[in-house]
């Protein structure tokens, strides 16, 4: 068994301790999401400190499809506006479907959470990967087609075929998502993406990292790698 790269968690842990100064992140939150809120400040950070805006899309609804992904955007211009008068570094947009579906124009400066994840594999060099997401298996496909665009080439993917109800998704679920991703596809595989910020995914980062000895890359993760680069002065 060769020897367990540098993973997700240990490079946002060496980011955090090199850190030269204290970064703030607006995030603007899809109004159902508990996950992130949830995951976050169990990563530790030291250095990182987010501030949290909703967002309510106009139709209402907690499930993803075109009114709910088009509404999270329209609204991201009010909730930017509620944190006004906190001096921010950066912010994240803490929706993954949202970053690769279309829809208006988000305001200048925000970064999606698909948006994290490009940048998290880009700077791990990743350009081979396979996906693992909770959604329906068009909005996994259309994810797939974003990241090829983006230059990294997923070579397997499966999907849970899930609109809504993201939280009560268990870890050995998530575990067993990614076991059912082709055996060769993961060897050959430079990281694993769990995308979406809605479901529950640190500790099966953990677990995955061990048994697969591959990092693990979770959207939630990825935002928060985006925050800790500027925080140590790394701009990749």
């Given at each position: ?50 501030h949290h805006a909703r ?90 087609v974003a990241l090829a ?88």
């Amino acid at each position: 068994m060769h020897p367990l790269p540098d993973g997700s968690l240990a490079a946002l842990a060496a980011l955090d301790a090199a850190a030269d100064r204290t970064v703030r992140a607006g995030l603007l939150l899809p109004w159902a999401n508990v996950a992130v809120e949830t995951e976050l400040p169990r990563l530790g950070l030291r250095n990182t400190v987010f501030h949290h805006a909703r967002l309510v899309p106009a139709s209402g609804t907690t499930a993803i499809d075109k009114s709910f992904w088009h509404g999270l955007r329209a609204a991201s211009a009010e909730a930017l506006d509620s944190l006004s008068h906190v001096e921010l570094d950066t912010v994240l947009l803490a929706c993954t479907s949202a970053g690769f579906t279309g829809g208006p124009p988000l305001p200048a400066g925000i970064t999606t959470a698909f948006d994290a994840v490009l940048a998290a594999l880009a700077a791990a060099d990743v350009t081979r990967a396979v996906l693992a997401t909770p959604y329906p298996s068009e909005v996994t496909e259309a994810e797939t087609v974003a990241l090829a665009e983006a230059g990294v080439d997923v070579l397997a993917h499966v999907s849970l075929g899930l609109d809504d109800g993201y939280p009560q998704v268990a870890t050995d679920r998530v575990l067993a998502l990614v076991d059912e991703l082709p055996q060769h596809a993961v060897a050959e595989a430079q990281a694993v993406v769990l995308s979406c910020t809605g479901w529950h995914t640190l500790q099966a980062v953990t677990e995955l990292e061990e048994r697969l000895r591959t990092p693990v890359y979770s959207s939630n993760l990825a935002m928060a790698l985006s925050a800790a680069r500027l925080s140590s002065g790394v701009t990749v």
